[in-house]
DNA sequence: ACTACATCTTGACAAATGTCAAGATTTTTT
DNA sequence: AAAAAATCTTGACATTTGTCAAGATGTAGT
C-alpha cells in the first residue's frame, strides 16, 4: 500500500531510499469501507491524507440535512480540512468514502518534520500547495462567471473520471445546484 | 511608503535592521491613479503585490463586457494573479486601483530568493499562504451554501470596511449576483 | 431471487433571479 | 456652476431554479 504513495512520490521528486523509509515509518494505514467516514464536523482535523485507492468526499451538512460537496479526492490526492489543522478549531465538515479506499494519514506534527527534514520534500509539498490554490480560485472563478449549464460541463471537462464515478445529485451538490435542475440541464442538452 | 510594509512586517515577525535593508532592496513603489491598472488580461504576472494604501480590484471580464470580482484587496493585504506567476502563462484577469493607491511590488525572483535568505520571512509567507487558502475555502463554502441575502449579509460581516467603500454593484459582482438582485435584497432586508 | 434502497427523470407550481429600461440621486469632472 | 458620468432603485416581464411529489429504473444486501 505505501508502494502506491511510494511511486507518487517518486514521480514527483527524487528522494532516497533513507527518505522513503522515515516517511514510510510515519504513515498511519487505513481501510476505508464505502460510506466509513475519517472526519465528523466538530471534530478537530490533524492529518494530512494522501487516498491510495478509492474515492472519497468532504462536505457541508446544512441545518436541512443537505450535502454541500466541497472537494471529491480519488486516487493519488490529498484530502482534510487544512483550515481546521491549521487553526485547531472544530471542523465544519465530513469526509468519508464513496467507495470502498485505502488511505494513508501523517500526523500534523510529523508532517511539519518531513518538510523540515527533507529539503525536497518541502518542495514538493510547496508545489502541491500551489497547485491547490490554483484549483481553489479556478473554482470560484467558474461559480462566479459560469451558468449551470457550463458549471456542469466544465465539471465534465475537468473531472471526467469522477463524473463517472459518483452519482448525478453529488455532481450537482459540487457545481452549487440541485439535482432535479441537472437532470433538465443534461435533457435539455441532450436535444441539441 | 516603505514604512507601511515594514510596520506590517513587524507585526507578524521579528527580522532585523538588514533584512529590512534587503527588502526594501527589491521593492518596487507604485502610485497609482484611480482606474489605473497593473494587469490586463493576457499579459503575464511576474510579482507578488502589496498594498500600502488604497484598494484595488482582481476580476474577470466575460465576453459580454460584465466584470466578476475574484478578490478586492484594501491595505495590508496582497493581491496578483498567483495562478499566471506560478504557470507564466497569460493571466484571464486585470487588476486595477478602485481608489488612488501606493502599492509595492517585488519580483517573483527576487521573492523566492527573499523566501531562501530570510527563514523568518519564509515562516511568515507559508503562514499568509495559509490563511489564503482558508479564505479561497471559505468562498466556496458560501458560494454553495448560501442563498443570495446571506451572502450579501456574510460579505458584510467579513469586510465591512470594504463594503462602505464600493459600489454596491461591485459586492455583488462579487458574491455573484445581478446589481438589481441585491438592490431588492436590500430593500426587501430593510422593512424587516 | 427478493427486498430495500438509491438513483434518475419528469410534471406542476412557486420562488428567485436576470434583463431591459426609466428615472432619481449622487459624485466627479470640466 | 454646469455638465457628464456613475450609482442606486424600481417596474415589468422572461427565464432560471428550487421544491415537492410520483414513478421508473437500477443497484446492493440478505
Chains 1, 2 share one sequence.
Not at 465528523?40 to 468532504?58: E, H, I, P, T
Not at 451538512?61 to 487544512?82: C, S
Amino acid at each position: 500500500m505505501f508502494e502506491i504513495f511510494r511511486k507518487y512520490l517518486g514521480d514527483k521528486t527524487t528522494l532516497s531510499n533513507q527518505d522513503y523509509a522515515l516517511i514510510e515509518s510515519l504513515c498511519i494505514i487505513k481501510k476505508l469501507r464505502k460510506n466509513q467516514y475519517i472526519l465528523q464536523s466538530g471534530d478537530v482535523w490533524k492529518y494530512d491524507a494522501f487516498v491510495c485507492r478509492g474515492l472519497l468526499k468532504m462536505y457541508y451538512l446544512d441545518v436541512k440535512g443537505q450535502e454541500h460537496i466541497m472537494q471529491f479526492a480519488p486516487e493519488n490526492y490529498w484530502t482534510g480540512d487544512r483550515e481546521s489543522m491549521d487553526t485547531d478549531l472544530p471542523s465544519k465538515y465530513n469526509i468519508d468514502a464513496i467507495e470502498p479506499s485505502d488511505i494513508l494519514l501523517i500526523e500534523k506534527n510529523d508532517f511539519e518534520m518531513l518538510r523540515k527534514t527533507i529539503p525536497e520534500f518541502n518542495n514538493f509539498v510547496n508545489q502541491t500547495i500551489k497547485k491547490n490554490v490554483q484549483t481553489l480560485q479556478g473554482r470560484i472563478h467558474t461559480s462566479i462567471t459560469l451558468s449551470s449549464e457550463e458549471k456542469y460541463n466544465n465539471f465534465l471537462k475537468q473531472f471526467p473520471d469522477i463524473a463517472s464515478r459518483v452519482p448525478l445529485h453529488m455532481i450537482a451538490s459540487y457545481i452549487g445546484i440541485s439535482a432535479e435542475t441537472l437532470s433538465r440541464i443534461r435533457s435539455q442538452s441532450a436535444k441539441k
